[in-house]
C-alpha cells in the first residue's frame, strides 16, 4: 500500500515548502541565523529549530526535556511553551549542526511518508497530549511549514512560492477560523454578512454569514447588502491571518466599506494562529 489519495496534497506540500526552506538555509552564515524573523520572538534559527522539532514529533520521537528560562516574554500561555521547548534546546547549535540536523530530518520523514499507509482517519499523537486525526495532523503540518518558509523568506528578503501548494492549503485553514472571528470575537450582528475579498498569487472572495443564533458559517456565494467588505491582497492576509502583522501597520493595503465599527473589530481580532 501506499500513501492515501486524500494525504497526497498535504506530503506533497510539505515537500515542496521544506525542500525551500533547505535552499534558503543552507548558504547562511552564522550570524545570519540570529536574525529576526515576523514570528514573534523567533530568529531564522528559531523558526528552522521549531521546523525541525514539528518534523520530529511527526516521527514519533520523544519530546525534548527541558527546562525553559523565565524570561522568554514572547512566551505567555501553555501552547507556546509547548512550543517553545523544540526552539530553546536548539538556540546554541551552530549552522551547520542546524542544517544538518534539518537535512536528517527530511531524509527521514520522506522514507516515512514513503512507507505511510494508514488510513486518514488514523488517530495520531497531536500537541499537548491531545489525538487528532492522521489527515488533520498532515494538513496543519503543511499549513505550518508553509507559513514558516514565508518568516524566513520575508526575513532573508526572498518572497516567493505565495502560490505553492502549501499556499493554497494555507487558505483552507485559516478561512475556517474566520466564522469565529466574525461572529464571536468582533461580534458582528446577528442575520448579517461580511464579504472577504482576496487578490493576488492566491484570489478568493468568500462570506461569513452570522445566523440568527449568533453562529458564524463560511460560504463561497456572494453576499448581497453585506453589513462590511474587506478587500485586501493575499500576502496582507495571510500575515494578518497568522498574527505578524497589526492592520494598523498594513493600513494602506487593505480597503474596507460598510460599517467601520464592525471591519475595524475584525481586523483587531484577524489573527486565527495561537
Known amino acids: 500500500m501506499s500513501l492515501h489519495p486524500t ?10 515548502s521544506i525542500d525551500a526552506i533547505s535552499e534558503l ?4 552564515v552564522e550570524g545570519e541565523w540570529n536574525r529576526r524573523t515576523p514570528c514573534p520572538g523567533w530568529s531564522i534559527r528559531d523558526v528552522v529549530s521549531h521546523v525541525i522539532g514539528l518534523d520530529c514529533e511527526m516521527l514519533g520521537d520523544p519530546r525534548p526535556i527541558h527546562t525553559l528560562p523565565r524570561d ?8 507556546q511553551r509547548y512550543m517553545e521547548m523544540q526552539v530553546d534546546v536548539r538556540r546554541h547549535h551552530t549552522a551547520p549542526e542546524m542544517t544538518s540536523e534539518l537535512e536528517y530530518t527530511v531524509i527521514r520523514r520522506n522514507r516515512q511518508l514513503r512507507n505511510e499507509s494508514r488510513d486518514p482517519g488514523t488517530k495520531v499523537r497531536g500537541h499537548l497530549s491531545t ?7 498532515m494538513r496543519t ?17 526572498r518572497p516567493g512560492n505565495l502560490d505553492s501548494p502549501g499556499a493554497h492549503i494555507a487558505r483552507d485553514v485559516l478561512l475556517a477560523g474566520l466564522p469565529q472571528v466574525v461572529a464571536d470575537k ?31 458559517t463560511l460560504e463561497t456565494a456572494p453576499a448581497l447588502g453585506p453589513a462590511a467588505t474587506i478587500g485586501l491582497d493575499w500576502e496582507t492576509f495571510v500575515r494578518l491571518a497568522c498574527g505578524r502583522v497589526s492592520a494598523d501597520a498594513m493600513a494602506d493595503r487593505i480597503k474596507t466599506e460598510g460599517d467601520p465599527e464592525l471591519t475595524e473589530a475584525i481586523l483587531r481580532n484577524f489573527a486565527v494562529t495561537r
Open 7 to 16: 494525504l497526497q496534497p498535504y506530503a506533497d506540500a510539505w515537500t515542496h
Open 131 to 137: 489525538e487528532v486525526t492522521l489527515e488533520e495532523s
Open 72 to 79: 522568554l516574554f514572547h512566551v505567555t500561555n501553555e501552547h
Open 141 to 157: 503540518h503543511a499549513f505550518n511549514v508553509w507559513v514558516h518558509e514565508q518568516d524566513l523568506r520575508a526575513a532573508l528578503g
Open 186 to 216: 468582533a461580534q458582528a450582528p446577528r442575520s448579517s454578512a461580511v464579504v472577504l475579498d482576496v487578490h493576488g498569487p492566491v484570489e478568493f472572495l468568500r462570506t461569513i454569514r452570522v445566523d440568527i443564533q449568533g453562529r458564524g
Open 25 to 28: 538555509v543552507q548558504p547562511l
